[in-house]
């Protein structure tokens, strides 16, 4: 005998998304581009791999929508940051996801 199971398809991926993030050589800053597919209190900042929070780029309601932030990481902490992996985390209400990043000089 079989047994139907219903997934709800309501995830996480269908009420935010963190995209890859973009490095701009000129501007020697790193863009996040992210979407919210409803409206949410939204939260995206960066650690580095200690696991210290070097960045808040975002915390705030925000409506559905795309957005972008900027991280310039000379500026983020008034002092220059190492080269090495980082990572950057959005927190909605729906639940958090993170990505990889590398700061290259």
């Avoid at 000379?74 to 992996?85: E, I, K, R, V, Y």
């Amino acid at each position: 005998r079989r047994r139907r199971i219903r997934l709800r398809r309501k995830s996480f991926l269908h009420t935010f998304a963190l995209l890859r993030s973009v490095f701009r050589h000129r501007r020697s800053s790193t863009t996040i581009p992210f979407q919210i597919f409803e409206q949410s209190h939204v939260t995206l900042t960066v650690w580095n791999t200690l696991g210290q929070r070097v960045a808040v780029l975002a915390d705030e309601k925000l409506a559905a929508g795309k957005y972008e932030a900027t991280w310039n990481p000379s500026a983020s902490s008034g002092q220059a940051l190492a080269s090495g992996t980082y990572f950057y985390r959005l927190t909605t209400a729906n639940g958090v996801q993170t990505k990889r990043m590398v700061l290259l000089k």
